[in-house]
Structures are given as C-alpha cells and as structure tokens.
C-alpha cells in the first residue's frame, strides 16, 4: 500500500506560483514514477507531470512546459510541483500519483498506468 497526501494548493492571480507538495508513505521502492494530473470542472482527469525514481526522467504536459517543474528528493518521500506563471486555465484539482511499474517505462503515464491516488488539492488560478 502507498498513501498519498497533496498540499500546497490555493488561490493565485494569473502569472503568480505556487508550489504543490505530496508526502508518500507506505511501501516504497525505487522502480516507481510519480506524477501530477489535475481536473478541471466538467473535464476530464489530465496528464501534468511525472518523474522515474529510477532513472530521474521526467514527462510534461506541452501546456505546462517551461512553467512547471516536478522533483523529489532522494529519500523518495516527497515530490514536488514548481508551478510558475500560471494561468486561469490551470485552475482545477491536482492530484498526486503513483505508477508501480513504472520502470523502464519511456512514455508519459496517462491516469490508466497509475495505481495509487491522493485526494488532491484546490488550485484557483484568478485573471
């Protein structure tokens, strides 16, 4: 079992940051990925962001490219979402991810490839 916990989240003007954090507790190992997906109101769930513990690649949406950055720390007990010049359409809930067999993995993780969920946190992008 994983568990995962999201903070970070608020209300922001446009071209403000923020940064998202989620504590991951439970049964870890280095073969995972970690990702973010937000949803917005009425959309469905969407591929943000992800990182290999494994081999430190990372994937981004085009749309948050240049603007987000994900990391983690080497214990592998926290990832991060650096979220700078943000837009309203950023708005949504952001969810934090876990893909277990994640290694070797090459591609970006859509919602189907991961297998432990947070509840996720509120981010407010206001013009």
């Known amino acids: 079992q994983v568990q995962l916990v999201e903070s970070g989240g608020g209300l922001v003007q446009a071209g403000g940051s923020l940064r998202l954090s989620c504590a991951i507790s439970?049964?870890?190992?280095?073969?995972?990925?970690m990702g973010w997906f937000r949803q917005g109101a009425g959309k469905a769930r969407e591929f943000v962001a992800a990182?290999?513990?494994?081999?430190?690649?990372?994937w981004y949406a085009d749309s948050v490219k240049g603007r987000f950055t994900i990391s983690g720390d080497n214990a592998k007990i926290t990832v991060s979402l650096q979220m700078n010049i943000l837009r309203p359409e950023d708005t949504g809930v952001y969810y934090c991810?876990?893909?277990?067999?994640?290694?070797?993995?090459?591609?970006?993780?859509?919602?189907?490839?991961?297998?432990?969920w947070g509840k996720g946190t509120l981010v407010t992008v206001s013009t």
């Open positions: 439970g049964r870890i190992f280095s073969n995972y990925r």
């Open positions: 990182i290999s513990w494994s081999s430190g690649n990372t």
């Open positions: 991810a876990a893909d277990i067999h994640g290694v070797g993995k090459i591609y970006a993780p859509s919602a189907g490839d991961m297998d432990y």
